[in-house]
């Protein structure tokens, strides 16, 4: 008879760990239901507080509102200001929608990408107005041309304080939000709202302008000093400070996923970046001084070539995304820890998408309904920084933290498990074979008393309880060679027995306390 003791330590859940590393260094003591989240000791200094350096930063931004808001009112008048504002705020939910589809495989938490956007429309703005106005005058007062003065200020200084202001945003989040600054896409999304954010308010001080002309000399219509500005920098160019600022991102994109050993790379790749981006926008602001044609040559030459390479790239960045979630999490599924089918899912936006709309309709209410789909997005987004995780660490560019870091996002993942898996699971096998419920509604997996289950190939099948009677929980149940049927399931938080790395696959029943 063996030993119960030997056979509870060899049902202990495991983790799929790089090879050069010990299990035992990386798995540690699973955390319980209930443990989370994960709280720093108190501290004996103020400043040290999270809820303090939050509203510094808050208080911060407010201030640079207020100031750059008096500022612009100023130079348009009220009026100016309220046509300025009216028009220039046209793009910015397009942008916005934009970077935020780029970001759908892994989405950034919303206050750093608010934070973004607040430092382009107040801070940065505030610095580029009181630098440029500053130089510009210095320059005047050295050179006593005041023309040259003007054209020398927009091609070289307004570049190097508008891109550094805006840059200064990427670096913080950089620097202090390195958990949710991954890889090229983050890079590019935290500078496209950023850029944004300044290019609201500028456009403010533009057309405003504009508009305060146009009243002084009686023009109106398309004739007006106030259209041609919109045309050129709403209808024309609304990427054009987005474009500028996403190389700097892309600069700290690529430094984030290079090895922690290159150090000299990490910090010259966004400086790079930094240089490309302040080239780029001197050339756009210089364009008027190369003659009467020379907007629209830089503009078809230089503009559109580079904003359709940078798109690329950031769809490139965002396609591999998905091919890392295919590559890295069938590792997790061989463990135990995802079901067969959800490697493929998670790799697909479609199933991805189809999954959430699964689990919302097969809840009863809206009100779950809702919840459910939440916990489906949850899920992807857990597992694919997993995913993106255990790539940097195959590339050297993971911390010491690496191990906890793993266990927090796998214990996040097993209190979804129950929402999520049938729903990625069944999401796959509908994008795996197109029409095979042909237009009829699904029966959902679990909650409606009507049991089924569909079998997998790979030598073994998955039964997904939906039949269960009193007493059960959803789950899955499975067996080599052939499908199961309903069995009890487990519980939130509990996780999955134990397999050894690469073995096969076992049950999803919760061990018996």
Known sequence: MSDPSVQQQQARPTVPVLHEERLDLVLGAAPERGRGRYRPHRVGMVWRSKVFRAGAVIVALVLCGLVILALVREQTGPEGFLVGLGLAVLPVPLLMAAFRWLDRVEPGPWRNLLFSFAWGACAAALVAIIANSFATRWIATATADPASADTLGATVIAPVVEESAKAAAVLLIFLFR???????VDGVVV???????FAFTENILYLGNAFGEDQLSGSSGFASVTAG?????IVMSPFAHPLFTVLTGLGF???AVSARRHRARRIALPLLGLLLAMGLHALWNGSSSFGPYGFY???????VPAFGLVTWLAIWSRQRELRTLAAELPAYAA????????????SSMRARGMARDLARHWQPDRTRGRAAARAVAEYES?????????RRARHGAVGPDFGARERELLHHLWQRREVAAPALTHAALLTARPGAHHGRPLPPPYGTGNGYANGYANGYGYGYGTGYGPGHTPGYGQTHGHTQGPTPGYAPGAYPPPQ??????????RPPS
């Open 297 to 303: 040559a830089v503009y078809g030459i230089v503009m």
């Open 335 to 346: 463990a135990g820890w995802l079901t067969p089918a959800e490697p493929s899912a998670l």
């Open 253 to 255: 994109g690529f430094a």
């Open 191 to 197: 500078a496209g709202f950023t850029a944004t954010g």
């Open 500 to 509: 050894p790395y690469g073995g096969a696959p076992h049950s999803h029943r």
């Open 178 to 184: 390195r958990r949710e600054f991954s890889g090229v």
């Open 229 to 233: 500005t919109f045309f050129v920098r």
């Open 382 to 390: 857990f597992a694919t920084s997993l995913a993106g995780l255990r």
